[in-house]
């Protein structure tokens, strides 16, 4: 029989939902882009009080779309319901700066969601719950959550570069006038944030004549170096001065990307980038949450060994691994108050 065949279905948790991510996110999760095209769903829909009736309304359009994968639909405003039995965890809720705000007020704003929201992920959620924190300053924000929901695996707290991650591939296709599915293996090193270092330095393009290097193809160095870099570091900046709102469609795409890559396993011979717990790995202080490049199988990442860091990577690396302990210590300073 094959109705019995079947896959149970799995519960996806979205904070925020009824933000313009989540309103992009929603019906890609339901049609099977995030978990694959054989894997029903749940979803459970969070958004704070004011937002109560506008996710409501996406709950009612998620029932209109009719889709086959979608098993059913919770919209709520408690975060206890949201959480429960949740096996996937997208966290796109957060406090997103005000003009004339100072940076600590924001971060602890965050600080005290993402503790909240460590502390019922950590008591309903799945066991095994894995978690992808979308909301800035991403990195800090899951760096909360992993202290806060110490039960849950280290490994299981993630945050999105995959968004950088696919923005510098986006950008070398165009430079080189290539398919974007030929270019592989760039790296996002470090914050979800202006420091990152986009790094090319072991990307290759697909060419007719075999794989070749992107420094090879790209012969000018100086704007790998420098335009390439400043371009996807400035992206979600240069995409809200146009927009008037932040990336909403390709966050939404790289959320899907990073867990469907996630569960399901990169493919042969590429890696993606992840925001993860730092291990020590290339010298980077263990237990940040510092995006590197890493292969995923079985449900698991790996951080890729054995990369030549060259003088100019290093202290690109540094900067960010530096912005990181910054933003560390003023969460904990937010911590104390
Ligand atoms: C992005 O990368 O598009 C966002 O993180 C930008 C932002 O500040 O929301």
Redesign the pocket.
Known sequence: NLLNMEKDPVIVLVTGAAGQIGYALAPMIARGVMLGPDQPVILHMLDIEPSKEALEGVKMELIDAAFPLLKGVVATTDVVEACTGADIAVMVGGF?RKEGMERKNVMSKNVSIYKAQASALEEHAAANCKVLVVA?P?NTNALVLKEFAPSIPEKNITCLTR??HNRALGQISEKLGVQVNDVKNVIIWGN?SSTQYPDVSHATVTTNSGEMSVSKLISNDQWLKTQFITTVQQ???A??KVRKL??AL??ASAACDHIRDWVLGTPQGTWTSMGVCSDGSYGIPAGLIYSFPVTCAKGEWSIVPGLKIDEFSRTKMDATANELMEEKSLAYSCLEE
Do not use: K, T, V
């Open positions: 997103r800035n991403a968004l950088d979800h992206r979600g900046a995409i809200i932040s990336s390709s966050a």
